[in-house]
């Protein structure tokens, strides 16, 4: 028997969802449900604000109106929720109380009900059938097709040649996620597709601003992702067909999703396999590659810490490191430069949620059927949670200082019953790309660049990030 996701799905037209979401807040008010202080002026370009500068309206409505607060965003209020206890109460403590669905409604339309999107029994189930694929074992075996792949990717590297890291990074964790989740070959054509492209293509929807992404019609950012969406399910449905028809299996994770079973010999619809091989396309490709480029930004301005990398990556000798090492604590300063980006550039660093029921999140109250969005970016630089926040002090995650940071203040990858399945693939992705790069070159920053950062829906380096390539010092 298949598994049955959610029979229906929150509507993708934007006019509905003001409504909707104007009709909730008004049923609020009617029964006095009390919402947190903050900011409920009449902005209406306090959604572009939160776009262009979030980290100064986030902090700065923190500063004045403590750890759960509202903001005002067209016509309704939304709530944001800021801190160690207010992070640890959203994802681990209370975390029934606060579902995902609505809360990324926006992804829905390209993803599905994949593991993003879904809530419950039935996320519960899903995420138990595919942790197979994550696991150790399996993770290890996917070094070797990484390390071709990164291989590959930088053998035309010389010194002095000036490249974009964020789209050299981008199309080589896509090359790695379309082998490692889907068992594709990226140079092989597919009925004249090109899947990496559509991908991208699809992508870019959510590169647009608020009001770009509200247009419906011809020639919008929707119906380019809308038509992006149709080429790659014609791909993937196609694909899980012949797969399903030859019984043709290999490593990859649509293998394992094909034959899965829960213990009651629930299986996946077609439907279900296709959203959550989108899901982890997205989530796997999109995160690698904002995490590499803002390591390498960070790097790039901290001469001493890359010295040190330097210095530790040759004491592994020329060779590929093996899972062993990368996983194993052998290159510790690699490890913490890397919490360390993710403390101040964490890819999906924000959490939207809804409330179900009225309860308090870091002592203040919380109305039932409210938006409510944990931020990671903005908690991971609080001034009273972190000595000088805005720094990059791998230091920080030293196993003696990692003890002190307090529970629910680093959240990079969720908490609880959702922390980001793929985290372990992801780090070991991106530290393989790190030794590799570590071993030949330095990459320096474009004189006269400077980061702007975007969110699309994860960080990125707006425009790109433009490096010269240098041979290791």
């Known amino acids: 028997m298949a598994l049955?996701?959610?029979a229906i799905r929150p509507s993708d037209n934007p006019l509905?969802?003001?409504q909707d979401d104007l009709e909730r807040q008004a049923r609020q008010r009617r029964t006095g449900a009390r919402f947190p202080p903050g900011d409920t002026s009449r902005a209406a370009l306090r959604p572009v604000d939160l776009n262009r500068r979030p980290l100064t309206l986030l902090l700065g409505a923190y500063e004045r109106y403590g750890p759960v607060f509202s903001l005002r965003m067209l016509k309704a209020d939304i709530l944001f929720a800021l801190g160690p206890q207010a992070n640890h109460e959203i994802l681990v403590s209370n975390a029934s109380n606060f579902l995902w669905r609505?809360?990324?409604?926006d992804l829905i339309p390209l993803l599905g009900d994949g593991l993003l999107t879904i809530d419950g029994a039935f996320h519960r189930t899903s995420r138990k059938i595919m942790l197979p694929a994550f696991h150790r074992e399996r993770?290890?075996?996917?070094l070797a097709l990484m390390d071709d792949e990164i291989e590959a990717a930088v053998a035309g590297w010389r010194p002095g040649d000036r490249l974009d890291l964020y789209d050299w990074t981008r199309h080589l964790a896509l090359r790695i996620a379309m082998r490692a989740l889907f068992g594709f070959d990226p140079d092989r054509s597919q009925d004249d597709l090109d899947a990496a492209a559509e991908f991208e293509h699809a992508l870019g929807f959510y590169g647009h601003s608020f009001?770009?992404?509200?247009l419906r019609g011809p020639l919008t950012p929707w119906r380019r992702m809308r038509t992006a969406r149709q080429r790659l399910d014609a791909l993937i449905f196609g694909e899980i067909a012949r797969r399903r028809r030859t019984?043709?299996?290999?490593e990859d994770l649509l293998s394992l999703l094909l034959d899965a079973e829960d213990e009651d010999g629930n299986s996946l619809s077609d439907a279900h396999v296709r959203d959550e091989v989108m899901t982890l396309m997205f989530a796997g490709h999109d995160t690698t590659t904002a995490t590499v480029c803002f390591l390498v930004y960070e790097l790039a301005r901290a001469p001493y810490e890359l010295a040190l990398l330097h210095a530790e990556r040759r004491m592994l000798g020329d060779g590929t490191p093996s899972f062993?090492?990368?996983?194993?604590?052998?290159?510790?300063r690699l490890d913490m430069a890397l919490d360390e980006t993710l403390r101040l550039w964490p890819p999906a660093w924000i959490g939207p949620r809804r409330s179900v029921e009225a309860t308090t999140v870091a002592g203040v109250h919380v109305p039932g059927d409210t938006f409510i969005n944990y931020v990671s970016w903005a908690s991971h630089r609080l001034p009273d949670v972190w000595e000088d926040p805005h720094a990059f002090v791998p230091e920080r995650f030293s196993?003696?200082?990692?003890?002190?940071?307090?529970?629910?203040a680093y959240v990079p990858f969720g908490g609880g019953s959702r922390t980001c399945i793929g985290m372990r693939f992801g780090q070991l992705e991106i530290k393989a790309i790190m030794a590799r790069i570590l071993r030949d070159f330095d990459l320096a920053l474009e004189p006269g660049w400077k980061l702007h950062v975007s969110q699309t829906p994860t960080l990125g380096p707006k425009g790109g990030l433009p490096v010269i390539v240098q041979a290791a010092a």
């Open 139 to 142: 993770i290890a075996g996917a």
């Open 102 to 105: 609505e809360g990324f409604r």
């Open 16 to 18: 509905v969802r003001l």
């Open 247 to 250: 019984g043709e299996r290999g």
């Open 4 to 6: 049955t996701g959610p």
């Open 399 to 408: 196993e003696a200082n990692r003890k002190k940071i307090p529970k629910g």
């Open 324 to 332: 062993e090492q990368l996983a194993g604590g052998a290159l510790p």
């Open 211 to 214: 009001f770009g992404q509200m």
